[in-house]
């Protein structure tokens, strides 16, 4: 087992998790967090995490951390990848961790990666101004026989590093390339849209090998999902498992938790959307830990340890046949309007049995959205549902992802 865990980034629900463990752990995040862990008596050190130079570096950090016994880090969240990488470079004496961290940083190199190692993906290209975009689309109107008169195929424009949704835009013709992309968009990255049902993965890894595979259910992107996974992808797990091993075997991928996005074909053909090395979002891990009876979060952590035992990963993760009994799923409210003044909740959701619970803000006076939000922007909270059929978790989070619950 290792001798502490370095928690790279901030977050309270693993804290919580590893405190339940009683395994020794550090947090290492930005100052603005160091008063809150001292009044809770969180093991803390603090870094600027938002910059690297001759001052601040990996280093410099691992000096710091000699003081806890640190042999293991992990990272929180997107932004701090390359400084667990970085560490975890160190400690196991293996550069090529560091470079996987680049890895799954640079969305362009993950495609290469991908296409080298024999995964299926999109046709894709780093652009660097919206003539390189409309370039693109042609080279892609042409490889896929469009005549004249027919719509444009599709194209995605994402950042080489953003998390989730951060930056990306579809689109759908020329004309969209002069109306949605900004200067500020480029460099980045341009694919194909690939086609196929949507879904991720949460594989939890150890010594190379999926320990635990989870599938999350998409109902839409971005605002809704469930778990375990509806009958039709229940039905191609094995063939799931098998691609999401393949990845992990061409990336190279030893330790730690993979968050892979893909699109299933109606010909049971994978398409390799992308990967993360993170916490998902869209509280995945939780409603994780609610369908299969264990700490997903703890075992995001214990997994990135290379020294711990085959009885220990055993007692960590649910038995091998464990069968969920409800599946849990939750909708994300983004509000609607730019400006509200109230939060209501209709009744029947109140009255909707598989309803368990909401964590939706009121607004304050006169609140306003900003024009200008990354990605989604932040949801006001989440409704979160139980029961045992995945049909009617499919109906209830499309009907009141529609609601609108901010007037």
């Known amino acids: 087992m290792a001798k502490c865990f370095a928690l790279i980034g901030w977050s309270l629900p693993v804290i919580e998790s590893m405190q339940k463990t009683g395994r020794p752990f550090v947090v290492v995040s930005l100052a603005d967090f160091e008063p809150y862990a001292a009044e809770n008596d969180i093991p803390f050190v603090s870094y600027p995490l938002d910059e690297w130079s001759d001052t601040s570096n990996s280093i410099d950090l691992y000096e710091k951390l000699k003081a806890f016994d640190v042999d293991v880090a992990v990272p929180l969240y997107e932004e701090t990848v390359e400084w667990a990488g970085a560490l975890n470079s160190i400690y196991r004496g293996d550069p090529r961790v560091l470079n996987r961290a680049f890895l799954f940083r640079n969305k362009a190199m993950m495609k290469r990666k991908a296409l080298i190692g024999g995964l299926r993906v999109g046709l894709f290209e780093e652009v660097y101004n919206k003539e390189g975009v409309k370039a693109f689309m042609k ?27 951060v930056g990306h835009r579809l689109l759908r013709s020329m004309s969209d390339i002069d109306e949605k ?146 599946y849990h799923g939750n909708v994300m409210i983004y509000p609607r309007k730019r400006q509200f003044s109230k939060l209501e909740i209709p009744e029947s959701l109140n009255n909707e049995p598989y309803f368990v619970e909401h964590t939706l803000i009121a607004p304050y006076e006169g609140q306003k959205l900003s024009a200008d939000r990354d990605g989604f922007g932040n949801h006001f909270g989440t409704i979160n549902f139980k029961g045992e059929d995945p049909d009617r978790m499919t109906e209830l989070l499309k009907h009141y992802e529609e609601e609108e619950f901010y007037v």
């Open 139 to 165: 080279r892609l109107n042409q490889a896929n026989l469009q005549l004249d008169g027919e719509e444009d195929s599709w194209v995605h424009i994402k950042p080489f590093a953003s998390a989730g949704t």
């Open 181 to 326: 992309c900004e200067e500020g968009d480029f460099p980045c990255l341009a694919e194909s849209h690939l086609p196929g049902r949507e879904f991720s993965c949460e594989a939890f890894i150890n010594k190379g090998k999926i320990r635990f595979l989870n599938i999350t259910e998409y109902v839409k992107l971005g605002f809704s999902n469930f778990i375990p996974e509806g009958k039709y992808l229940e039905s191609k797990r094995d063939l799931i498992h098998k691609e999401v091993q393949k990845m992990v075997d061409i990336f190279g991928i030893e330790y730690g938790m993979v968050h892979p996005e893909w699109f299933l074909t109606d010909k049971d053909e994978l398409n390799f959307g992308e990967t993360a090395c993170r916490i998902p979002g869209g509280h995945i891990l939780e409603l994780c830990s609610k369908s299969y009876e264990f700490d997903a979060l703890a075992a995001f952590v214990l997994c990135h340890d290379p020294n711990i035992t085959e009885e220990e990963l055993d007692e960590i993760f649910p038995p091998k046949d464990f069968k969920p009994k409800n």
